[in-house]
């Protein structure tokens, strides 16, 4: 079983909408959860990231948090065709310690 | 300079070559990590250096070594390169202040092992 697990896709979603992201994780010592953007044939990029349980927001997105439950979990508001890639979340257990990602999902944002 | 800048963007070689592939830093940053990224898999932990020393390294043989000089700069060495080896190789830099993140990818070196 992997630490993290995230659905692959991909998950196609009309512009507009919301976009729906889960993960969830094995390992009890993570205190930081990440979520990335990748798109193809770039490096990931930093969206958002939250230290132990609760919910962040900036812009159009919002990530949340469940330790009890080990569960993370991104919403994309108001998407966008631009925000077409592959999400990949990631869990540490302090920071600067090595990142442990899912294996991503693919989002299409249909015009 | 900001951002980190690895290269090549794109290297092919041949079953039991050597390959040595660069990272550079984003300016600031004091700690590097490398990851390999399978195609359609997430990003994998190779290891991590801290001030020139290994500070913590992923499940992969010795025959993945690495290097981080004085300026931050770093090199990920593959020696015996097996057809497994191909994939996108990411160096990600970081500077830890207290909770703040702050690490950032390359783009990658797509690796092809033939």
């Known amino acids: 079983q992997k630490e993290v697990e995230q659905d692959p896709g991909p998950l196609s979603v009309p512009e507009g909408a919301i976009v729906s992201l889960n993960c969830t994780y094995s390992?009890?010592?993570?205190?930081?959860f990440m979520w990335y953007r990748q798109y193809s044939r770039k490096g990931p990029e930093l969206l958002m990231y939250?230290?132990?349980?609760g919910n962040k927001e900036d812009g159009r997105f919002t990530a949340q948090v469940d330790k009890s439950s080990k569960y993370i979990s991104l919403f994309i508001r108001d998407s966008q065709p631009s925000d077409s890639a592959t999400y990949l979340c990631?869990?540490?257990?302090?920071?600067?310690?090595?990142?442990?990602f899912g294996g991503g999902t693919r989002v299409l944002v249909k015009p | 300079e900001t951002g980190v800048t690895q290269s090549p963007t794109h290297l092919i070689k041949t079953r039991g070559q050597q390959v040595t592939l660069r990272c550079s830093s984003q300016s600031g940053h004091n700690t590097v990590s490398w990851y390999q990224q399978a195609l359609g898999q997430g990003p994998q932990f190779i290891f991590q250096y801290y001030r020139e020393e290994e500070n913590g390294r992923g499940n992969f043989p010795p025959r993945f070594s690495g290097l981080q000089f004085p300026n931050y700069s770093s090199e990920l060495n593959v020696n015996a390169l097996e057809l497994d080896d191909s994939a996108l190789y990411l160096c990600?830099?970081?500077?830890?202040?207290?909770?703040?993140?702050?690490?950032?990818f390359g783009s990658g070196t797509r690796l092809t092992v033939v």
């Open positions: 990600a830099s970081s500077l830890i202040i207290d909770r703040d993140y702050g690490y950032t």
């Open positions: 939250t230290y132990s349980s």
């Open positions: 990631a869990g540490s257990k302090a920071a600067g310690n090595k990142l442990t």
């Open positions: 390992n009890s010592a993570f205190q930081y």
